[in-house]
């Protein structure tokens, strides 16, 4: 390798890992398996929003990366702290993603869990996949959140690790709290964070 190239492979080991947290993945790559416990504890900000835009462009420290710049109108947050719009960066790791904006172009309405922002002003959702969720709706207007792995393992043991089986949840929250796998109803589905998010402050 010239030494030409070490500035560069060691700013890309840089960003990855300040980027990622050990339970982060993309195309590409491996993403270890979260249940929802894992993502609100993980996850700086947990909010949901309307995409408002989402591009690829370099990355303003190192032009060599690609990275998305993602805006979102914020409907509800969950944790953290977050105005009407939320500007956030994530690192683009594999090229097949630049088309789509890295999932996030025409993604309409989404729920994220999104990690610390890293001193490269780089964040991504805990998880990447599991912790990011489209909002769906069916034919009578109901709407549903559903992440990239189908939402398989979310719920796993989360009432008995969080301490939330004594919380004053709803039939359909606890329904969905004994379901493997599948969408949940969005109402339901958001009581069970806003519960996981009290538990964790």
Known sequence: MSKRHIPTLAAVCLLVLAAYSPLSGQSGAHTASVDLAQLVQGAQTIVRGQVLSAKIEPHPQFPNLQ???VTLAVTRLFKGDAKSQLVFRQYVWDPG??????????????LLFL?????????SPVGLEQGRFRVLR????????????????????????????GAPLTKQAREILAKPAGQAPLDAFEEIIQALATVSR
């Open 67 to 69: 990275t998305v710049v």
């Open 97 to 110: 993603d630049f088309h789509s904006a890295a999932g996030y172009q025409k993604a309409g309405e989404l």
């Open 115 to 123: 990690n610390p922002v890293s001193p490269y002003g780089l964040t």
């Open 138 to 165: 069916d034919a009578k207007g109901n709407r549903y959140a559903l992440n990239g792995k189908g939402n398989f393992g979310l719920f796993a043991q989360v009432a008995d690790k969080a301490g939330i089986r």
